[in-house]
């Protein structure tokens, strides 16, 4: 059973950047598909990023791409989210989260962190 716990979160300016981690415990972390997902208050949960468990491929929802990248380091097993050009509109509790499949819907995934408010001010 994986465990995960975000950390990065804060409050920036709009135009500026933040790094999401996400460290995992357990020793089969290569082999789970990790997602990141946000949610805003009174909005649902909704899909930012995922990378493979090899970190080969990666899909970002159209409101993230060519802001956001989603990476991740197996020996460390944390994967991260590099987030920048924020806009206001990205304010959200971020959460983490793996899979056993590759998805872009957050009822798939098995295991999920607490969440790292993150706070962009205009």
């Known amino acids: 059973q994986a465990q995960l716990v975000e950390s990065g979160g804060g409050l920036v300016q709009a135009g500026g950047s933040l790094r999401l981690s996400c460290a995992a415990s357990g020793r089969t972390f290569r082999t789970y598909v990790m997602g990141w997902f946000r949610q805003a208050p009174g909005k649902e949960r909704e899909f930012v990023a995922a990378i493979t468990g090899s970190g080969s491929s990666t899909y970002y929802a159209d409101s993230v791409k060519g802001r956001f990248t989603i990476s991740r380091d197996n020996a460390k097993n944390t994967v991260y989210l590099q987030m920048n050009s924020l806009k206001p509109e990205d304010t959200a509790v971020y959460y983490c989260?793996?899979?056993?499949?590759?998805?872009?819907?957050?009822?798939?995934?098995?295991?999920w962190g607490q969440g790292t408010q993150v706070t962009v001010s205009s």
């Open positions: 989260a793996a899979a056993q499949v590759f998805l872009v819907v957050a009822r798939g995934y098995d295991y």
